[in-house]
């Protein structure tokens, strides 16, 4: 029952994006698995430093693709699934993790499914690796967990063969060898026999690093101004922290410390360190003082454990007095987050697609070859929509279509003045 309460709190919140159509990038995910996501492409994608940690999102789409065609909707659905999976996971996490408990998984994993936050993992498809390193990560850390209760070697192994996936599905996996090591501090007596065992997955950590900056002259993001370890993480990770927390995680914050609830001292400790690991990696980004929303969704767990610890601990005095308060506050959470995610988000996530829609329907009324001017994205994806959607060619300077024949589109419609039409 929990597990399907959670599933249905997640189509809640995200079931208005599901007739969202692509938006820009997602062309480029979906043109990039084609090369690289069969098995006859991945010795190419071993060679670019950039998408081979990026390997299992291309595969996945190259698989959808070939199960589903264009379809935007299988697209939308395949990310609500992992995101009802991932949920699972936070829900398992807490079960598993004593320093979480219980009593708080449930009510966490709930605000996990609707918090709108880090809503851009979920509605972007192009995000599709942060939900496919959130997987791998939980996972390695569940299967590690699991060992140091019982210390069965076959979940030592599966954690590793996670880790692995986990690096491979973008860089900032390696964040789960700082969450293994939350695991031993909080593992008490048997942290220091346990230790020794994160040799593999420093070995594998540090191989992967260094493979990354030994291709840094030709790794996009140390080229495009993207990143840098120069950039200012003293202040993009504090910054980061406080609109990760703002309003909800503050407020639980607050109800904590006021009512002096001594039992959620280690989880706070948890919590803190949860947010710090996971954020690190993305402070290194140099083109937004705070980490864009899609990166905050691994981080969002810790948020989640902050909440769910601020609503039991107001529910408790609640209860007392107005035995109906609590679940006003629970539905309350529920009506801002998914209000939220329907109207602002959904107009956004409309407004960011429109360029390419406004395109591929331009494309349909004519036959005449297209010249595109205007665009708000990069000249290659205009190309690539109208290969993908209709099979089409943009015009390009220097062939021979005389100057009558072409139809020439802009975006928006009224910049076509500036271009001289």
């Not at 997640?10 to 990038?25: G, K, N, Q, R, T």
Request: include cysteine; proline fraction near 5%; hydrophobic fraction near 55%.
């Amino acid at each position: 029952m929990a597990l399907a309460g959670l599933a249905a709190l997640c189509v809640l919140a995200y079931l208005p994006s599901l007739a969202l159509p692509f938006i820009s990038d997602d062309y480029v995910q979906i043109r990039l698995a084609r090369d690289w996501g069969p098995v006859s492409g991945w010795t190419s994608l071993a060679s670019d430093a950039l998408y081979r940690s990026r390997a299992t999102s291309l595969v996945l789409t190259y698989w959808t693709e070939r199960a589903f065609g264009l379809e935007p909707l299988a697209y939308r659905l395949s990310s609500l699934f992992l995101h009802i999976i991932n949920t699972w996971l936070v829900y398992a996490l807490g079960r598993s993790w004593r320093v979480v408990g219980r009593r708080v998984t449930l009510p966490a994993a709930a605000f996990f499914a609707i918090h709108e936050g880090h809503q851009e993992a979920v509605i972007w498809y192009a995000a599709l690796p942060e939900l496919l390193v959130f997987l791998f990560v939980i996972l390695c850390l569940l299967a590690w967990l699991r060992w140091l209760e019982n210390g069965r070697w076959l979940w030592y192994a599966a954690s590793l063969a996670c880790f692995v996936l986990a690096i491979y599905s973008k860089e900032s996996g390696v964040v789960a060898l700082g969450l293994q090591l939350s695991a031993l501090v909080f593992a008490g007596k048997r942290r220091l026999a346990a230790a020794p065992a994160m040799a593999p997955f420093v070995v594998i950590a540090g191989l992967y690093t260094a493979g990354i900056f030994a291709a840094r002259a030709g790794h996009l993001h140390f080229n495009d101004g993207t990143f840098s370890l120069s950039a200012p993480f003293w202040f993009t990770l504090p910054n980061s922290t406080r609109r990760l927390l703002w309003f909800w995680g503050f407020l639980a914050l607050a109800a904590v410390l006021w009512l002096r609830r001594r039992r959620y001292r280690f989880l706070l400790a948890a919590v803190a360190a949860w947010i710090g690991v996971t954020l690190l990696p993305y402070s290194f980004l140099t083109y937004m003082p705070h980490v864009p929303s899609r990166h905050t969704y691994l981080a969002s767990v810790g948020l989640s454990w902050l909440v769910a610890a601020g609503f039991l601990t107001v529910r408790l005095r609640l209860a007392r007095r107005r035995s109906w308060a609590p679940a006003a506050l629970a539905v309350l959470v529920l009506v801002h987050n998914c209000g939220y995610l329907w109207t602002r988000k959904q107009r956004q996530f409309r407004e960011r697609a429109a360029p390419t829609e406004a395109l591929v329907e331009f494309a349909r009324t004519t036959d005449r070859p297209i010249e595109v001017r205007c665009f708000p994205y990069a000249p290659i994806l205009a190309e690539w929509v109208l290969e993908m959607r209709l099979g089409r060619k943009v015009w390009q300077p220097g062939q021979a279509d005389a100057e009558s024949q072409r139809a020439v589109f802009c975006w928006p419609p009224d910049a076509a003045r500036t271009a001289g039409q």
